[in-house]
């Protein structure tokens, strides 16, 4: 079993920044892919950046040029780095790790104030 632990949500005005963290631990032996996803109240859970191991970074085309995607192989660890963030870009933000499974973190808040 592999356990998530986000941090670093919160509420920022638009134009401002926030850094995302998730840990993994547990059972850790090949992580494929560490990635972060989103959910605003009445949508569906969207793709936001999706980093696979050895791979170039994926990201949605609403946060191109804005959100970065990174991870840390040693601290298994995935983060999002936020930047010129929007109203729109409220959401609970999930972290999604692939190992012989999906694994989902808790979700954290993000809150974008105009």
């Known amino acids: 079993q592999v356990q998530l632990v986000e941090s670093g949500g919160g509420l920022v005005q638009a134009g401002g920044s926030l850094r995302l963290s998730c840990a993994a631990s547990g059972s850790i032996y090949s992580i494929n892919v560490m990635g972060w996803y989103r959910q605003a109240p009445g949508k569906q859970r969207e793709v936001v950046a999706v980093l696979a191991s050895g791979g170039s970074p994926n990201y949605a085309d609403s946060v191109k040029g804005r959100f970065t995607i990174s991870r840390d192989n040693a601290k298994n660890t995935v983060y999002l780095q936020m930047n010129s963030l929007k109203p729109e870009d409220t959401a609970v933000y999930y972290c999604?790790?692939?190992?012989?499974?999906?694994?989902w973190g808790q979700g954290t808040q993000v809150t974008v104030s105009s």
């Open positions: 999604l790790v692939v190992q012989n499974g999906a694994y």
